[in-house]
Structures are given as structure tokens and as C-alpha cells.
């Protein structure tokens, strides 16, 4: 990672120009574990003749990761410069220092009601409390980390087809997604949580050919970014997402 930050006055009769560079590299090892189970609500007598999409079933998962270490090289360099003169302020390369990532859970549901709809929840939790980087280091030498606090999102989604068999009546099969989360990010500013929430919709259009199956997915989200008395921003976000499937690499060729 590469940072590099120029100091250009341009209203001052010979004035030099100041640029710090720092680039770091981190390493380390990150690992997740997760876990999901499926509670049907039909016996198997009922589900023999149907499809596994349409059999009523709430599903629960989780996945979660420890404080994770990692390891950083870093190089410093400052400088100040006139027109044609480099005067080197400070310099330092090969910097070995440590960090840590904070723990991480994931919390959710999905239920399916096998016909037409669905429902979810999604809870996260991440403790930034606990992150620390001995590679931010300013040039006056001094840990320039950001203290952070703990995180949190909760989210809730909900999917419906108005009618799955609907085979020619394209809005009738299609997909309509709606939802809403509410974040408590892990900066803060003047002792004051940053807030995130907003709504989101969404549609899904399939294209069904011979043996392929594609969607164009278009989301509009609407939310506000809050810190108390001190910042507010509205953001409207537009999403458009394309998937093309094809089945035909999974057939078997036949030659008379």
C-alpha cells in the first residue's frame, strides 16, 4: 500500500513544497468459520414429489473469526523541495511493526416459504475496539491510529414473486426485493458515533432461454450518513448487476 501526500502553496513567493511518501506491506493469515442449518417444516412424505425450492425451510448461519495478528514493513520518506534544490527531512526504511484485526460475528436467518416469498436478518458485530497497526506512524515518529469502537449492523430483507409460473409475463415472474439496515460505524468524531441507515429495493428480471438462465438485476438504495450536531449526508446509490448462466457446459456431447 502506497501513500503519498504533496504540499503545493501557490500564493507565497518562493515557497517549497513538501511531499511525504509511506508505503507498507502487510502479511499475515485470516481464517473464518462458519456453520448453517436447515429446519424443514414439511415430513418426508409430503416432500417426495416436490422441488427442494419449494419445500418451507428457515435457514440459520453464522460465521465468526478471533483477534487476527498480522505483520507490516514499512518505508518513510519526507521531503521538501524548491526549484532546484531536494532537501530530505526524514527517512526511514525497512520498519518491521505488528497489528491485530478485531473479532468478527455474523448472525442470520432466511426464511422460505416455498411458494413465492422469503424473509431475513442479518446481524453483525465487529470489535474495533481491540484494532491496532504499528505501521501508521507519522513523520514526528509518533502512533498516528485513530482510536476506533465497536461496530455493529442489523439488516432485514424480504423477496417476493408475485407468480413463478408466469412464464410469459415477464414482471409477473420477476423478483421484487425490499429492505432496510441500520450501522453503527466504528469511527468517531468528537467523542460522537458515526451512523449509517437507510431503505433499499430492488428488482430481478430473469431471461429464461433453452437451457440458460439470466438476470438483470437493478437496486436503488437510499440512505443518510449521521454524526450528531456535527455531519449529516444524503446519498441516493443506483445498483445494476448482470448474470448470465449457461448449462450447456454441463451436457454431455452424443455423436451418431
Known amino acids: 500500500i502506497k501513500n503519498e501526500i504533496n504540499l ?4 507565497e513567493i518562493f515557497s517549497r513544497t513538501a511531499r511525504i511518501s509511506n508505503g507498507y506491506s502487510v502479511s499475515g493469515f485470516v481464517w473464518n468459520l462458519g456453520v448453517m442449518h436447515d429446519i424443514e417444516f414439511m415430513d418426508k412424505k409430503e416432500k417426495e414429489n416436490l422441488a427442494e425450492i419449494r419445500i418451507p425451510r428457515l435457514t440459520i448461519g453464522a460465521t465468526v473469526h478471533s483477534n487476527t495478528s498480522f505483520n507490516t514493513r514499512s518505508d518513510i520518506q519526507v ?8 532537501d530530505t527531512i526524514k527517512t526511514a526504511t525497512d520498519m518491521r511493526a505488528m497489528g491485530k484485526l478485531p473479532l468478527e460475528l455474523n448472525l442470520g436467518f432466511l426464511y422460505n416459504s416455498g411458494h413465492n416469498w422469503s424473509i431475513g436478518a442479518n446481524y453483525y458485530f465487529s470489535k474495533w475496539s481491540d484494532y491496532t497497526n504499528g505501521a501508521q506512524i507519522g513523520i514526528d515518529g509518533q502512533n498516528q491510529l485513530i482510536p476506533l469502537v465497536d461496530s ?7 423477496t417476493i414473486v408475485p407468480n413463478p409460473n408466469a412464464i410469459r409475463k415477464l414482471f409477473s415472474r420477476s423478483k ?8 453503527a460505524d466504528p469511527r468517531v468524531f468528537s467523542d460522537v458515533q458515526l451512523i449509517h441507515y437507510g431503505v433499499t429495493a430492488g428488482i430481478e428480471l430473469p431471461f429464461i432461454k433453452p437451457r440458460n438462465f439470466s438476470f438483470v438485476n437493478l437496486g436503488v438504495e437510499l440512505g443518510r450518513s449521521v454524526v450528531t ?17 449457461s448449462n450447456q457446459w454441463f451436457l ?5
Open 8 to 11: 503545493r502553496p501557490t500564493d
Open 79 to 86: 521531503l521538501s523541495i524548491a526549484d532546484r534544490q531536494i
Open 176 to 183: 421484487y426485493v425490499l429492505g432496510a439496515f441500520y450501522t
Open 229 to 245: 450536531d456535527i455531519l449529516q449526508n444524503n446519498y441516493l446509490k443506483i445498483n445494476l448487476g448482470l448474470t448470465f448462466n
Open 152 to 158: 455493529w449492523k442489523f439488516s432485514l430483507g424480504a
Open 252 to 256: 454431455k456431447r452424443k455423436y451418431n
